[in-house]
């Protein structure tokens, strides 16, 4: 409602759908020239991943988030989005962050560059987004069963992605043989937020 209410009459803008989930958005079938997405979304869908598909479906990305977790802006930035804009940002940036992002222009704002300073240049092990679906499960904490069934593939595919993805990280390094260390690597490359102090 707070971005209704910011395009509200502005000559150049005007809002034409709204969704919880990316593919809510996609089912509408509207004309769009960009999308403002936030990084957590009601499926618990992970941002690189959202990014992707609405790319291919040929929207660019702008990110207007609150104050989420450094390892999610990394994600969706590595994704290749037009820029960050935070939702505390004063009504004129973030006007003038949409037009710029709606007309194929990068929003550099000190989100964006907190973002790329802070990636620590890992190497990629290359997961596949199956891969990756995979590893957040299990590295969250789910059993190979039940991420067999929030995924729809068998115990024996998911052990086998299970596999691949321990060999794809040894290969460039980044040792992968326990579950925690999986978790580690989880967290590194953005999947998974990093523990936090219990007082948080």
Sequence with gaps: MGVWALLAGHPRLEMNAT??????LLE?????DLVLLDLRLSDGSLPHANVAELQQAGLPVLVFTGAERSSLVRLAVKAGVLGVVRKTAP?????TAILDAA???PV?????????????????????ERQLEVLALYASGEKAERVAHLTGLSAYTVNDYLGRIRAKY???GRSARTK???????????LLPGPEHPSS
């Design 28 to 32: 509408q079938d509207v004309a769009l």
């Design 108 to 128: 550099m704002t000190t989100e964006w560059a907190a973002a790329v300073d802070a990636d620590p240049d890992l190497p990629d092990a290359g997961l596949s």
């Design 170 to 172: 040894a290969s460039v």
């Design 91 to 95: 009504s004129a940036h973030v006007v």
């Design 103 to 105: 007309e194929g222009r």
């Design 19 to 24: 969704a919880s989930t990316v593919s809510g």
């Design 180 to 190: 925690t260390e999986l978790y580690k690597r989880a967290v590194e490359d953005g």
